[in-house]
T-cell receptor, first 112, second 113 residues
Framework: AQTVTQSQPEMSVQEAETVTLSCTYDTSESDYYLFWYKQPPSRQMILVIRQEAYKQQNATENRFSVNFQKAAKSFSLKISDSQLGDAAMYFCAYRRGSKSTFGDGTTLTVKP | EADIYQTPRYLVIGTGKKITLECSQTMGHDKMYWYQQDPGMELHLIHYSYGVNSTEKGDLSSESTVSRIRTEHFPLTLESARPSHTSQYLC????????????FGEGSRLTVL
């Protein structure tokens, strides 16, 4: 079975600084998708960024980028120029077919 | 904003009551999911559906049941609620294309006294 591990239960970052959230996963498949989702307090979970495993290029969405290391099965999220609105719980997720596997989440605090 | 809606957002009920958590999406997605999430913790898949009249149990055993009579509607029912059912329940959907992004509702926070 696929597993997703987020080794940082909590992280904090100063506003305008950069922070990296870690994620590793275990799979024997070669074709799959990886995601980072953001869940603000008492609000809807939304997609932050998506990476297709067959693509070597790391995905980027504005201030959010990933470091995808397929051989190492690592998928970290970098948030640049952190903003107060980035404070949330972040989930790393693996998906192959129709089912997703989520990590335990990392709670990110942004200090003004 | 994703077009997926859950009601009620918050519910406090007594033990033994029957409850139904509603989930509707207007995106025409075939796949729908129910996740259980305890505060500050990971999501556990409890039910999913790949289309009308298709429902499956997820990875986490649950005493709840689901139905999928219409594409847009995926309600979850607890016949007799217990305090152990206290949790947040998230509904999600995705389309047939295998990009795989999940669209989530805002969640239903259930407290059973």
């Amino acid at each position: 079975a696929q597993t997703v591990t987020q080794s940082q239960p909590e992280m904090s970052v100063q506003e305008a600084e950069t922070v990296t959230l870690s994620c590793t996963y275990d799979t024997s498949e070669s074709d799959y998708y990886l995601f980072w989702y953001k869940q603000p307090p008492s609000r809807q979970m939304i997609l932050v960024i998506r990476q297709e495993a067959y693509k070597q290029q790391n995905a980027t969405e504005n201030r959010f980028s990933v470091n995808f290391q397929k051989a190492a099965k690592s998928f970290s999220l970098k948030i640049s120029d952190s903003q107060l609105g980035d404070a949330a719980m972040y989930f790393c997720a693996y998906r192959r077919g129709s089912k997703s596997t989520f990590g335990d989440g990392t709670t990110l605090t942004v200090k003004p | 904003e994703a077009d997926i809606y859950q009601t009620p957002r918050y519910l406090v009920i007594g033990t033994g009551k029957k409850i139904t958590l509603e989930c509707s999406q207007t995106m025409g997605h075939d796949k729908m999911y129910w996740y259980q999430q305890d505060p500050g913790m990971e999501l556990h898949l409890i039910h999913y559906s790949y289309g009308v009249n298709s429902t499956e149990k997820g990875d986490l055993s649950s005493e709840s049941t689901v139905s999928r009579i219409r594409t847009e509607h995926f309600p979850l029912t607890l016949e007799s609620a217990r305090p152990s059912h206290t949790s947040q329940y998230l509904c999600a959907s995705s389309d047939r294309v295998s990009t795989g992004e999940l669209f989530f509702g805002e969640g239903s926070r259930l407290t059973v006294l």
